[in-house]
Nanobody, 124 residues
Framework: QVQLVESGGGLVQAGGSLRLSCAASERTFSSAFKGWFRQAPGKEREFVAA????????YYADSVKGRFTISRDNAKNTVYLQMNSLKPEDTAVYYC?????????????????WGRGSQVTVSS
């Protein structure tokens, strides 16, 4: 059973920073692709960022490119999302996801395992 637990969310002013962490209890952590998605009230869940098993490849939504950075520490079974220059439109629940081989890293249903989410609120 894979468990993913997000932490690090909170309330921040526009222009501020937060770092989300996702701790995973899975023996195959170092082999799994990891993604971050977010869902704002009344909107569909959307792709934010993804990282390959080695960390050698990273992918970002256009809306966060240049502001967010995804990284992972396989020794700690943890993936991170550093969020800088936050905007009110970044307000959402952020979810960590894991899959050994998502066909399309930007598609939520390609991921088998999900955390419960962490609320990020950016005030103007």
């Amino acid at each position: 059973q894979v468990q993913l637990v997000e932490s690090g969310g909170g309330l921040v002013q526009a222009g501020g920073s937060l770092r989300l962490s996702c701790a995973a209890s899975e023996r195959t952590f170092s082999s799994a692709f990891k993604g971050w998605f977010r869902q704002a009230p009344g909107k569909e869940r959307e792709f934010v960022a993804a990282i390959s098993w080695s960390g050698g490849s990273t992918y970002y939504a256009d809306s966060v490119k240049g502001r967010f950075t995804i990284s992972r520490d396989n020794a700690k079974n943890t993936v991170y999302l550093q969020m800088n220059s936050l905007k009110p439109e970044d307000t959402a629940v952020y979810y960590c996801a894991s899959d050994l081989d998502p066909g399309h890293y930007y598609v939520s249903y390609e991921y088998d395992f999900w955390g419960r989410g962490s609320q990020v609120t950016v005030s103007s």
